[in-house]
């Protein structure tokens, strides 16, 4: 019995140590940014804000509110979806995938970026504040062509 508990453990650690997943339930903190890019691709970035509520400890000390923001990325078809019914202040559920980036920036310092690859969302605004029009399958062509003409996302 002790063997199989060991070897049930040993199998949940390499499942555990391979997963990469965020599920994140806030409130959006400006209208997208969706850039378009060849071939139709698309790519938009949402700031999210999740906030854990603050509590008073028993001997009366006052913890705040501490919210955190959460850059999310979605692409092609999800991206058109986000930029047609996704604004500020909307509360949004999202799965994805963590990933960090760097780049230099202007002054040639290394900064770094986290974002959240969504793969899944819902939209958990009350439907009296969405469009009462329902989505159509997202074409693919850019609202402005001319717009961006890079050939790969810059990340």
């Not at 698309?42 to 913890?63: F, W």
Request: proline share 7%; hydrophobic share 35%; charged share 20%.
């Amino acid at each position: 019995m002790q063997e199989f508990n060991l070897n049930l453990c040993r199998q949940l650690i390499l499942i555990i140590t391979v997963m990469n997943k965020a599920i994140l339930i806030g409130n959006v903190g400006r209208d997208p940014n969706v850039k378009y890019f060849e071939g139709g691709r698309a790519v938009a970035q949402v700031p999210l804000a999740t906030t854990e509520r603050g509590y008073t400890l028993q001997n009366g000390t006052v913890v705040p509110d501490r919210t955190e923001w959460h850059n999310l990325v979605f692409r092609n078809g999800m991206a058109q979806t986000v930029e047609k019914y996704v604004h500020k202040g909307d509360k949004l559920y999202v799965e994805g995938k963590i990933f960090t980036r760097s780049y230099d920036d202007q002054s040639g310092i290394k900064r770094y970026v986290t974002e959240i690859y969504v793969d899944e969302m819902e939209m958990l605004t009350p439907k009296a504040n969405q469009p009462t029009v329902a989505p159509q399958a997202p074409a693919l062509q850019p609202a402005n062509p001319q717009a961006n003409t890079d050939s790969e996302p810059p990340f």
